[in-house]
């Protein structure tokens, strides 16, 4: 983590507003000194819109809670990993007697797809064991799980709530949608194009699938958004890779997912430091780009502190200023 950016970022936003100075280091030979740049008032004024008291912070995140609760199920998850094709095929059946009570269905399936590179090893690491890529092999797991499950037409409205931001991303199939990841990321005042080209200037590549699971936000207008998809590896079969999923929302603000992959079933193994990644792209140029770290409380904490994968559940917002 970036603390010595974050370190009193909440704290010092209403300094901030007093003062209208941030200091911000100058880029030049002699690194003592620092350039005073004056806050834009667009971004004085955002500020000054969305802040919240604390009971209404607090009454939020109970209505997120008592929402997710309500739309938890215990399962039991049989994993059938497939290699056909050129493709490893994921089948994953959730069963259950909470499945009936809340979706009406007695067992929910779904399938994904990953597309094995030309040069990948015969071989693969597959939940700690080696998983041969010869065709037709077939590996299959069942454990107990937890999820959070609804319907296409029963999304969690977090515009009526009071949030800037969907605070998850859902995964989807057949009109069922499973709790995926939270959002860490969010941009005011830009488009699409622009921040994905922010980010390919670093050096990574657009990714769709089968090269990422789809996943969606929902939204106030378009019901559910597909992501766009970024990466610092196409596939993420033979490397780790970071990763950001990026919704383009109704409310013209765009938000993400940033995180790590694994190899090679890209399940998520961190979330902060990807974060800190991708924001630290856009914290070069105060004349175009205002990065406040952790900056967005969307109550989404994932895991446990010290302990990958976790979601501190403070979303970085990024300001495009300026013409």
Same mark, same amino acid.
């Given at each position: ?5 974050k370190?009193?970022?909440?704290a010092?936003l ?7 100075l ?5 880029v *030049?030979?002699?690194?003592?000194? !620092? ?6 008032k667009e ?5 000054? %819109? ?14 997120? &809670? ?17 290699? #056909? ?10 069963t259950?007697? %909470?499945?009936? #009570? =809340?979706?009406?269905? =007695?067992?929910f399936?779904?399938m994904?797809? +990953?597309?094995v ?8 690491? +597959? ?16 454990t ?12 969690? /409205?977090?515009?009526?709530?009071? $949030?800037e ?6 995964? &989807?199939?057949?009109?069922? $949608? ?7 990321l ?13 980010? +390919?200037? %670093?050096?990574?590549? !657009?990714v769709? $699938?089968?090269? &990422? ?7 106030p ?20 890779? $970071?990763?950001?999923r990026l919704?383009? +929302?109704?409310?013209?603000?765009i ?5 790590r ?5 890209? /399940? ?24 406040l770290?952790?900056y967005?409380?969307?109550?989404? /904490?994932?895991?446990?502190? =010290?302990?990958?994968?976790f979601c501190?559940?403070?979303?970085? *917002?990024?300001? #495009?200023?300026?013409?």
């Amino acid at each position: 983590m970036k603390t010595s950016v974050k370190f009193g970022i909440g704290a010092m936003l209403a300094a901030i507003l007093l003062l209208n100075l941030v200091f911000v280091p100058a880029v *030049c030979a002699d690194s003592s000194t !620092s350039d005073k740049v004056q806050m834009p008032k667009e971004l004085k004024q955002w500020i000054m %819109e969305t802040q919240k008291d604390e009971e209404t912070k607090l009454w939020m995140k109970e209505q997120t &809670e008592q929402w997710m609760q309500n739309h938890t199920l215990n399962v039991t998850s049989t994993k059938t990993y497939t290699y #056909k094709d050129g493709l490893i095929e994921i089948k994953e059946t959730y069963t259950g007697r %909470e499945l009936k #009570k =809340n979706l009406g269905i =007695n067992k929910f399936e779904k399938m994904e797809k +990953l597309k094995v590179p030309e040069n990948a090893e015969k071989a693969l690491s +597959l939940n700690g064991e080696t998983f041969a890529l010869t065709e037709g092999n077939q590996r299959i797991t069942v454990t107990e799980k937890t999820v959070v499950m609804t319907t296409e037409t029963d999304p969690f /409205e977090w515009w009526d709530i009071g $949030y800037e931001y969907p605070q998850y991303t859902w995964s &989807e199939y057949y009109g069922v $949608y499973t709790r995926a990841d939270p959002i860490n990321l969010a941009w005011e005042g830009t488009n699409m194009n622009t921040i994905k080209g922010k980010i +390919l200037d %670093e050096g990574w590549v !657009s990714v769709a $699938y089968p090269y &990422e699971h789809n996943q969606y936000v929902s939204d106030p207008q378009y019901d559910w958004v597909l992501d766009e998809g970024v990466a610092d590896d196409k596939t993420g079969l033979l490397t780790e890779r $970071y990763h950001v999923r990026l919704f383009d +929302l109704s409310t013209q603000d765009i938000v993400g997912n940033a995180h790590r992959d694994s190899l090679p079933l890209h /399940e998520v193994i961190e979330f902060e430091t990807a974060e800190d990644l991708v924001a630290g792209f856009f914290d070069n140029d105060v004349s175009n780009w205002w990065v406040l770290y952790d900056y967005e409380e969307l109550d989404n /904490e994932e895991g446990t502190p =010290n302990q990958e994968p976790f979601c501190d559940g403070e979303a970085t *917002c990024i300001f #495009k200023v300026g013409s």
